[in-house]
């Protein structure tokens, strides 16, 4: 082999070394290094395949290369390939540079958000190190007070939220709130983490005033409640005054009363002698004036205990049915007097935990009424039906009947409705009162059907069980 071969084969061996050092060259894909970097693989190419050539035609493995074509078929191939290694390497070198860019604008997005933000944003080291602060930040950490915010201790205990610090003078305190995200470092890094200060200065200003406010209202509720104590503690009072009263008056008025109509019974029967017709009238409208006194004191007196809680419910088993029968055979005389038929039905046999007096009190002022406001010659009845949860005691008559926008005006005190055209029977305008009061004491319910010259229809539902008596569950 001739030395002038050797010197080629040296010659492509140095070129290799070059070209492979140049493809290893490190240009951090920046646009003018890159460009260099291609020049000289490009360059160091060229070289290689000169050499190459040189040592094909010295070694006499080709004939001489001496005409443009013989280049020009050996160019071909590495020039291709050049070609298609340059346009690869190009197209990496830009999108390496979109993204370049992409990084630098969210990078300038995240720095504005963290200059703008009225936060404090602060990176700090577990040794309290501040790796960074946005403005924010480092005046609130130069205004913090001596020893209300550990950096370091924050950092270390790896929580999300702690106190508030306050920061400012005394004369103008601020809080901030404190939260910590600890950051992920490299094992030789040290602990970090992002501690985020918010001024809540205002919330805390609006959460005092609430307090305060409260504080206020809770004075004012113990000193209302001294108050009322006070004046339920006078009601009471009074109420035992006003009870003491109705005792004494009920047998104040009542015994006069009796000695009044007694009296004047024992007179008009003629007992203390012979009386004229005139005085026998007389008499009669005192004994008239006498009862109808007494009825109202009884219904004053009666509707006061009521009202009072002074009356109360003695519950018993009733059978609805032989009570109610009992009652309207008690008052079959009236009626009769009055020429008006009194029928009375019964379905079942049903029983109900009542108060037996009270739902007769009921029952005879609805059927007294009832004869009231009949004429001769009508009728009515009271019928006891049931279903499973209470007893239904219907009190009908065929009588005047009651216009439906007196329907409610006549559950209140002596109200009464307007009869033009005939004489009014007597009565106080209380006794539909009463069967109300006693009506809630039992928890009964009492309704009201009626058409004016039908006649009326009084319905009160009785509960099997006295409410009283109720488990709630
Ligand atoms: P009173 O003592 O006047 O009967 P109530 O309170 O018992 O007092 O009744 C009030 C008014 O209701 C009566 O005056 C009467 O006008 C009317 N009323 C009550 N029951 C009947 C009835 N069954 N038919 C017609 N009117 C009635």
Redesign the pocket.
């Known amino acids: 082999m001739s030395v002038v071969a050797i010197a080629d084969i040296v010659a492509v061996l140095a070129c290799c070394v070059a070209v492979f050092n140049a493809v290893r060259i490190d240009v951090h894909a920046r646009a003018v290094g890159r460009g260099v970097k291609d020049m000289i693989i490009t360059i160091g190419l060229l070289l290689l395949f000169i050499s190459v050539s040189n040592t094909l035609e010295h070694t006499g493995l080709t004939g001489s290369l001496d005409t443009y074509e013989d280049y020009a078929e050996l160019l071909f191939v590495p020039l291709v390939l050049g070609a298609v290694y340059t346009r690869v390497h190009y197209q990496r070198l830009d999108s390496t540079r979109r993204a370049e860019k992409a990084i630098r604008s969210e990078h300038e997005l995240l720095e504005s958000i963290v200059a703008t933000t009225p936060a404090g944003i602060i990176v700090a080291d577990d040794d309290g190190t501040v790796r960074f602060a946005n403005d924010v930040g480092e005046r609130m950490l130069a205004q913090v007070r001596d020893g209300q915010l550990d950096l370091a201790a924050i950092v270390r205990s790896g929580e999300s939220a702690y106190p508030r610090v306050s920061i400012g003078s005394d004369e103008d305190p601020r809080y901030v709130s404190v939260r910590a995200t600890a950051l992920t470092t490299g094992p030789d890094e040290p602990a970090r983490a992002v501690v985020v200060l918010a001024d809540v200065t205002d919330r805390v200003r609006n959460e005092d005033r609430v307090e305060e406010y409260r504080q206020g209202l809770e004075r004012a509720i113990d000193l209302r409640t001294g108050e009322l104590l006070e004046a339920n503690r006078q009601l009471q009072y009074a109420s035992n005054a006003k009870q003491q009263f109705l005792a004494k008056m009920s047998h104040e008025l009542r015994t006069p009363l009796n000695s009044i109509i007694g009296f004047t019974e024992i007179i008009l029967k003629g007992l203390s002698g012979p009386l004229t017709e005139e005085q026998s009238r007389q008499l009669g409208m005192v004994r008239v004036s006498g009862q109808h006194l007494l009825e109202l004191v009884n219904d004053v007196l009666e509707i006061s205990r009521l009202e009072a809680g002074y009356s109360p419910v003695s519950i018993a088993t009733v059978d609805v049915c032989a009570r109610m029968a009992a009652l309207v055979e008690s008052m079959s005389g009236i009626a009769t007097i009055s020429r008006i038929a009194l029928v009375y039905t019964c379905v079942g046999s049903p029983v109900a935990e009542t108060d037996p007096d009270k739902l007769d009190q009921i029952v005879r002022?609805l059927v007294s009424?009832?004869l009231?406001?009949t004429d001769a010659g009508g009728q009515v009845t009271v019928s006891v039906t049931s279903d499973t949860d209470c007893a239904v005691i219907a009190v009908a008559?065929t009588?005047?009947?009651?216009a439906e926008e007196d329907h409610e005006r006549?559950f209140e005190a002596f109200?009464?409705?307007e009869m033009p055209d005939r004489a009014r029977p007597p009565?106080?305008?209380?006794?539909?009162?009463i069967c109300k009061e006693l009506c809630g004491a039992l928890g009964c319910v009492l309704t009201i059907e009626?058409t004016p010259n039908r006649g009326?229809v009084?319905t009160v539902t009785v509960p099997r069980q006295f409410p009283g008596h109720l488990v709630i569950l």
Do not use: E, R
């Open positions: 002022n009424n009832a009231k406001f008559d009588g005047i009947g009651i006549i109200q009464q409705v009565g106080t305008g209380l006794g539909l009162v009626s009326s009084f």
